[in-house]
């Protein structure tokens, strides 16, 4: 069974960094890529940033130079850093495998707001 466990979102105040954190079970870690995607209010879920098994990644243009995304096969956990966070970076991010999906998580509550 497949389990992705999304933590690390918080309020934030315009400028501010997180670094959001998931754990995840019931996949071979190591060979999946893996993407953050995010949900803002209203809108459709979007991918934000992906990693390869071997460590390439791509971002979406809103949020490159600002998000980098990280991996650790041994704790078979991907990280999202996040700087300069804007109010429209305000979502429910959640990871997933890159390409097909898995069940979702529950996300994490990312909120950018002075």
């Known amino acids: 069974q497949v389990q992705l466990v999304e933590s690390g979102g918080d309020l934030v105040q315009p400028g501010g960094s997180l670094r959001l954190s998931c754990a995840t079970s019931g996949i071979i870690f190591s060979i999946n890529a893996m993407g953050w995607y995010r949900q803002a209010p209203g809108k459709e879920r979007e991918l934000v940033a992906a990693?390869?098994?071997?460590?390439?990644?791509n971002y979406a243009d809103s949020v490159k130079g600002r998000f980098t995304i990280s991996r650790d096969d041994a704790k078979n956990t991907v990280y999202l850093q996040m700087n300069s966070l804007k109010p429209e970076d305000t979502a429910v991010y959640y990871c997933n495998t890159y390409g097909p999906t898995r069940s979702w998580g529950q996300g994490t509550q990312v909120t950018v707001s002075s």
């Open positions: 990693i390869s098994s071997g460590g390439k990644t």
